[in-house]
T-cell receptor, first 111, second 121 residues
Framework: QSVLTQPPSVSGAPGQRVTISCTGS?????????VHWYQQLPGTAPKLLIF???NRPSGVPDRFSGSRTATSASLAISGLQAEDEADYHC???????????FGTGTKVTVL | EVQLVESGGGLVRPGGSLRLSCAAS????????MTWVRQAPGKRLEWVSS????????FYTRSVQGRFSISRDNAKSSLYLQMDSLRVEDTAVYYC??????????????WGQGTLISVSS
């Protein structure tokens, strides 16, 4: 089954910049499907953070930014804040499975 | 305010059944494809099933095909998930989610608060 691969954890000090990668395959990101990102604060439901690779919904701080290459995507958090400590998930679509697929999830820790 | 509220979770024996409900408010349910996403303890998010606004298109992930049934009642602003022949591996928090679509792409927003299903003997 297609799984988008993310690093299990990343960490940084307040004010630093961290990036989270999301690596796919030829049937999902590599097939041209967009990548979306969700933030999941401890004990809560996921919340949309970035849609269609680079777009921020209203209300999401511009400290969060997304980018994408041929077979992968990245989420960057600049000016890291304590409130950014959460799990982050990428999501795309897999044409071989005819299914939406999620990444393995990354826990961001603010030191 | 757009809001999704799930109900119907609980503890069930393997082989048992449960029906989840999701009450939608703040938007016209009939205009949107809706989805169920689940998250097993310590695991990644997993798409379960989607249903189009008119119920004409329905999709399931392979592991629940033939056991789960998604439906909706737009007049009641409600989404449902009938889960039969439940397995231990179905244990998860189940989220009701609205699908937002663009040109050849779709993302999930917003999410309900989730309801926990525990399948155990």
């Amino acid at each position: 089954q297609s799984v988008l691969t993310q690093p299990p954890s990343v960490s940084g000090a307040p004010g630093q910049r961290v990036t989270i990668s999301c690596t796919g395959s030829s049937s999902d990101i590599g097939a041209g499907y967009d990548v979306h990102w969700y933030q999941q604060l401890p004990g809560t439901a996921p919340k949309l953070l970035i849609f269609a690779n680079t777009n921020r919904p209203s209300g999401v701080p511009d400290r969060f930014s997304g980018s994408r290459t041929a077979t992968s995507a990245s989420l960057a958090i600049s000016g890291l804040q304590a409130e950014d400590e959460a799990d982050y998930h990428c999501q795309s679509y897999d044409s071989s499975l005819s299914a939406y697929v999620f990444g393995t999830g990354t826990k961001v820790t603010v030191l | 305010e757009v809001q999704l509220v799930e109900s119907g979770g609980g503890l069930v024996r393997p082989g048992g059944s449960l029906r989840l409900s999701c009450a939608a408010s703040g938007f016209s349910l009939s205009k949107y494809t809706m989805t169920w996403v689940r998250q097993a303890p310590g695991k990644r998010l997993e798409w379960v099933s989607s249903i189009s606004g008119s119920s004409s298109n329905i999709f399931y992930t392979r592991s629940v095909q033939g056991r789960f049934s998604i439906s909706r009642d737009n007049a009641k602003s409600s989404l449902y998930l009938q889960m039969d022949s439940l397995r231990v591996e179905d244990t998860a928090v189940y989220y009701c989610v609205r699908v937002k679509a663009g040109a050849g792409t779709a993302w999930f927003d917003p999410w309900g608060q989730g309801t926990l299903i525990s399948v155990s003997s």
